[in-house]
């Protein structure tokens, strides 16, 4: 039978500065429109995030590509920016050991993630091309930094190797049909696999975007599909207190009547930084929006935050603690830490480290999160826990999963699409125009005449 | 002459949802009270960051220190948190070139600034104890994180070495009088340096705790300091437009006049994302307060929030240009990325790839760093920009400088203590409760009931 292991601690979303127990039980109507509505969806086809635990197959497929590699390869390069980037890059940092990179001798996965030239020439520049495989990931198959990496890329294999041996380092991850990059894998035959047309990019953590860099950092995508597809079970079979849900509706009651717009996730676990910077994009991306769906201007969507535990104790706290109260805080605890450390029997004399002794490390991280809980309460600032079993490949996917139901429920509840991006076109165009990309003369023009006033305002200065 | 290198382009910050020129007018006698009111305290001695770069003998004393360790030394690890952590991780990061911790023939510095036993065992494990320095950074001497690491590596270096051998694997950094490291310099004679008492640990980037970091990697140190010095000059010979007072001002209006809390610092450049993660604790946990100069309960305080062009363009940047208009972005550009990368002609048939041929890496981040600041602007939402002349010492010298004087400037506008952090200290209390500490009999009650109750709680759902 599937089920949630991870659990949602949310006692403290209530109380005096939180939401009152009736006003959620009241939006228990609302919440059952949004399950039937994303699950309706599903049935359409028009989304399947939900379905990609289950498609059969999927990772047979990937490992018969990966097995078509004729060399032995030492380092994966993933091109690709945003969605295509972040999924696989928190499951490599979540699930791979501490500290992985710095062993030489092992096969790394790099996820540059961006056209800054200075780290992008690096990196080229430490690479063997002998053995290293480049992925190239867009759903759109245009994405310019994109582009732009596998243009450079695409010349470097070439100078390495002939046409024939140059595309053997390549596999492109795009579109079943459209786009450029698909043109070009037919032009070149270059070997490929598809993301469904019905899963976008921040949804796309669960298709080979996400899981064929998993495949090949050699981690345990099986169990990560096993977690995911636990939770969208559990999900459709569950009712309006399935915990994805619940959450959706705290959150949202919390930003809409208490005034919480920011929202905190926090980690008490290393390996789940980079989670938190894939929950910004879904989050932030999803529910950030101008116009609601009836087409009038709203301008909502919280705004997300990570933090990291115990660190930023020591950094952001201060703010969520003593700040305006304007903060949801959801922590991130894990209950088996793994290797532990025991903090010995030294300095006995000394009051500020004796008390410590005995204890351990790990011991004391957890103490300083619910330490930290309590007193974000104490102060009436809302938070809550997820709490995982362990650092593993399927309470990876469980969480996931959980928050790519919070946040397609959250969509329906802001009234708001959350799986289009238009905000970001107008920034795109603007590129295009000074780049000379024909059909964007006027924008062109505007960032010519910007770039000249700018140039003269710096100077001023 | 003393001067600033880097520019402040505030054009965006104006205009129709920004401030009005007379209305940062109107301001100038107030920025020019805190202008005295800064230097007046430096005058008194009560702070010194502005002083730091000027202190004679520092970096010589510090080499005098390095030099006395008598192995090659491989790794340096500093254990420490927040404050401690944060300046020379920043440094180190951005200064290193990119992808330098996979050489693994390289002096390697590590900041594992937090207490997860996975992460620190896993460091611990990585190590050659015979090559290995330890810094041991706090400023009170007993901040619980830093004293965990601190005792577990005074076992891990008392099971390698005879104790003798152990201390020269330590450099303790921490007050020159009081607290409990101080006495521990003192009982096992140590290597140390000190952390002037007027410095507090989110300014001490310049003291010993940024520096002592920043020599044992071979990083300039002194360029560093010459760009802090220049920069502090400048403010101290200048008047109410300095940059660091206009941007604070600027900043300040946005936030109390036109509603924009949230404060974004987006470095279009890989090497600053950690600079951008130093920023999030000098601007949140200074001006993030409860109480203002009267001790009245006021709950004020900006939100930073950090994220890095162009890839949140991809992520983060929807939310920022169709969300709630309650942002304000600080873009930090690079004019010059030094290696760049030309982008090939390839794929010439393929509209959405032949208008970057010819162009540059860099040339396309800066576009896409101008097409979004005018997306932005377009859009009603007010941003500027730190404009640096390249990735250097001198340049992130200048940059920590500005934002230290402009944070110090914003805690005066406030009407709050920027020094101090009193909202951290019912979690340590709680955790000092829980773990037994003689003192904090109440707190631990507390959360005894805290954590039986949670238990209950999480086992319920």
Not at 69 to 85: P, Q, R, T, Y
Not at 280 to 294: I, T
Not at 409 to 432: A, D, H, M, R
Request: net charge negative; charged share 20%.
């Amino acid at each position: 039978m599937s089920s949630e292991k991870i659990k949602f601690n949310d006692t403290f979303l209530f109380g005096k500065s939180g939401v009152s127990p009736s006003r959620l039980e009241s939006l228990s109507e609302r919440l059952d429109i949004c399950r039937e509505w994303l699950l309706e969806l599903h049935e359409k086809m028009e989304l399947s995030f939900l379905n990609l635990p289950f498609e059969k197959n999927a990772l047979s497929d990937l490992q018969k590509l990966v097995d078509t590699i004729d060399f032995s390869i030492k380092d994966v390069v993933v091109l690709g920016i945003g969605g295509s980037s972040l999924g696989p890059k928190a499951i490599y940092s979540a699930l791979k050991p501490p500290y992985y990179d710095l062993n030489d001798k092992v096969r790394r996965v790099h996820f540059p993630d961006n056209i800054d030239p200075a780290s992008f020439k690096a990196l080229l520049d430490y690479l063997d091309p002998d053995r290293t495989l480049f992925l190239v990931i867009t759903k759109s198959g245009g994405t310019a930094e994109t582009a732009t990496q596998f243009m450079i890329v695409w010349d470097y294999l070439n100078s390495h190797f002939d046409k024939k041996q140059a595309i053997e380092h390549l596999i492109a991850v795009t579109d079943p049909e459209k786009g450029s990059l698909r043109a070009l894998v037919n032009e070149y035959g270059l070997k490929n696999c598809s993301i469904p047309q019905n899963v976008g990019g921040r949804f796309s953590v669960f298709s080979p975007v996400g899981l064929l860099p998993t495949v090949l950092a050699q981690l345990d995508a099986g169990q990560l599909l096993a977690g995911a597809g636990d939770m969208a079970s559990s999900f459709r079979q569950g009712d309006v207190n399935h915990m994805a849900l619940r959450a959706a509706g705290l959150f949202y009651l919390l930003h809409m009547e208490k005034k919480c717009p920011v929202h905190v996730l926090m980690p008490y676990s290393d390996a789940f930084y980079d989670t938190a910077l894939w929950f910004n994009q879904l989050w932030g991306e999803s529910l950030g929006k101008r116009k609601n769906l009836q087409g009038e201007d709203i301008f909502v969507g919280p705004t997300p935050v990570a933090a990291r535990g115990a660190t930023d104790q020591h950094s952001q706290l201060q703010l969520f603690v003593e700040g305006p109260k304007d903060k949801i805080i959801t922590f991130l605890e894990v209950s088996d830490p793994g290797n532990d450390l025991e903090i010995p029997r030294v300095f006995g004399d000394y009051d500020s480290y004796s008390y410590l002794a005995g204890h351990t490390m790990g011991e004391l991280l957890k103490t300083e999160l619910a330490a930290t809980s309590l007193a974000l309460n104490k102060a009436e600032r809302p938070n809550c826990s997820l709490i995982l079993e362990k650092v593993d490949a399927y309470n990876l996917g469980q969480l996931f999963m959980f928050y790519q139901i919070a946040t397609a429920v959250s969509g329906k509840l802001y009234n708001i699409n959350p799986f289009n991006q238009p905000g970001v076109e107008q920034g795109k165009q603007y590129t295009y125009g000074a780049f000379g990309r024909p059909g964007f003369e006027t924008e062109g023009k505007v960032m010519n005449k910007f770039k000249t006033g700018f140039a003269t305002d710096s100077a001023k200065k």
